[in-house]
């Protein structure tokens, strides 16, 4: 397959899975955690490069473009590692005392404005055992294998 081709193939790969994401927040209702936006970015990143590479196919950008979906992979690791106990997460959404600590008790109970904290360390959806976070970081790790074969089937006379 040409690298432009396969470029534009994990580009939709990291639209899909946007797409997917943001149908289990708005269609099932699945609220995202901190963690969880930070994976979403670099997928954003990979298909506005994926879109560069239609008007200028150089490898450089082809290798750019795998960039994305390895934070995003690294970002899902890490997450993963919070949601079974690995490691701490970020304090803003794992519940953690010292993120309430600056919160007066009024505000602690204040029922004036609706707060849709979601924790990243509770696994709110899962398949075969493995959570968003997971599917993502697999399917993240795939897209960096077609970026990087894009790259490796791109003419090496196309640097710049």
């Not at 639209?15 to 970015?41: D, N, V």
């Not at 074969?149 to 006379?157: K, N």
Request: net charge positive.
């Amino acid at each position: 397959m040409e690298s432009k081709a396969l470029a534009v193939f994990a580009a939709a790969g990291s639209a899909a899975l946007l797409l997917t994401a943001l149908g289990f927040q708005y269609i099932g209702g699945l609220a995202p955690c901190h963690l969880c936006m930070w994976q979403r970015y670099p997928h954003v990143w990979a298909v506005l490069i994926g879109l560069a590479v239609t008007m200028l196919p150089r490898r450089w950008l082809i290798a750019l473009g795998a960039l994305g979906p390895a934070i995003s992979a690294g970002v899902g690791i890490f997450h993963t590692g919070v949601e079974r106990g690995w490691w701490p997460g970020p304090s803003s959404c794992t519940g953690s005392s010292s993120a309430l600590s600056g919160l007066s008790g009024s505000d602690l109970l204040a029922t004036d404005t609706p707060v849709n904290l979601v924790m990243c360390d509770q696994v709110a959806w899962s398949l075969a055992g493995l959570s968003m976070a997971s599917w993502n970081a697999i399917a993240s790790l795939i897209l960096v294998a077609i970026w990087v074969a894009a790259w490796r089937s791109a003419d090496p006379r196309k640097l710049l």
